[in-house]
């Protein structure tokens, strides 16, 4: 049964062929544990299972989360897929925190510019045995910077006695980070930091966010997956690669190709993720249940 649903990801995602392999090589295995997982914690009265999968940018994880998603559901397992993009603030709320903090807040993307409270919120209502009423599933939209509204979200249904989904998928690029040390923070890691935070400022801010209820969310995985990059370097490459596929894709429609950023471009942006990434990088293959090790093709070569 899996050989089709995963023939009908590729052609549905325009997937290369060579996707097939690599699917049943490291997810098939994932979806069967997964559930064993579920049935465990089902067992237990500690339903849905709550999976995290961690990754820098262009490492797969929201391809990996759908195709778990189509794997379990085919196994008629309810499943809430969530990522942490989900709950980026809107525009407004990071020009406040833009003009109360620093300006670097602006631009979505690190700790402190996502309502955790939200997140935090939607994860207890999928645990939720008793509820009467659907649950909705927020989603950002990023053609418009900006949370889709309420009425356009995902539903689950309710359930009898039964919380409204089996297994929670959620991803983030830096779920399941801790905080650093001040020492860490003391000096920049690179121009962005030098140039426009040379007190501190903006990243002592993100940090302080990552300690509070960014914590408390990452607490609520049962297990953690991490899509582990060869280094940092191979983030702003992938990057490019996906600001050169969606202009040669959508240049046509006006509406994304206002969005789209030159290399300069993608080149600052990244560096509001770097010291994070890196830190994930050297934090999580120790942290994470499960690690898998990319190449610089964005393919999976190791699982430990």
């Given at each position: ?158 359930r009898h ?36 935070d040379p ?96 190449d610089t ?8």
């Open positions: 049964m899996h050989t089709h649903v995963i023939q009908r990801f590729i052609d549905s995602h325009a997937l290369p062929h060579h996707f097939a392999d690599d699917a049943e090589r490291w997810f098939v295995p994932l979806s069967d544990e997964l559930m064993a997982a579920f049935g465990r914690s089902n067992t237990m009265g500690k339903s849905p299972f709550v999976l995290g999968i961690s990754g820098c940018q262009g490492s797969g994880k929201s391809t990996a989360c759908e195709l778990l998603e189509s794997l379990l559901s085919a196994q008629g397992l309810v499943v809430a897929r969530l990522s942490l993009d989900d709950f980026y603030f809107s525009q407004q709320r990071r020009r406040v925190l833009a003009q109360a903090v620093h300006p670097l807040f602006a631009t979505r993307g690190v700790p402190g510019t996502h309502d955790i409270d939200l997140a935090l919120t939607t994860l207890a209502a999928l645990r939720d045995n008793d509820r009467s009423d659907i649950t909705a599933l927020p989603r950002f939209d990023k053609t418009t910077d900006n949370p889709l509204p309420r009425e356009e979200w995902p539903i689950l249904s309710a006695n039964r919380p409204p989904a089996d297994i929670v998928l959620l991803e983030g690029w830096c779920l399941g980070a801790t905080p650093q040390s001040e020492c860490e923070l003391a000096g920049a890691c690179n121009s962005l930091e030098r140039e426009e007190e501190g400022l903006w990243r002592g801010f993100v940090n302080e966010q990552l300690a509070g209820d960014y914590q408390i969310l990452f607490s609520q995985l049962d297990r953690l997956i991490f899509l582990a990059a060869p280094s940092f370097d191979s983030v702003l490459t992938w990057r490019i690669r996906q600001e050169s596929r969606l202009r040669a894709r959508e240049l046509h429609w006006a509406p994304l190709a206002s969005e789209l950023m030159n290399e300069a471009q993608v080149e600052r942006f990244v560096q509001h993720f770097e010291r994070l990434t890196k830190h994930c990088l050297a934090l999580l293959p120790s942290i994470a249940d499960t690690v898998f090790e990319l093709n964005q393919r999976i070569v190791d699982r430990r």
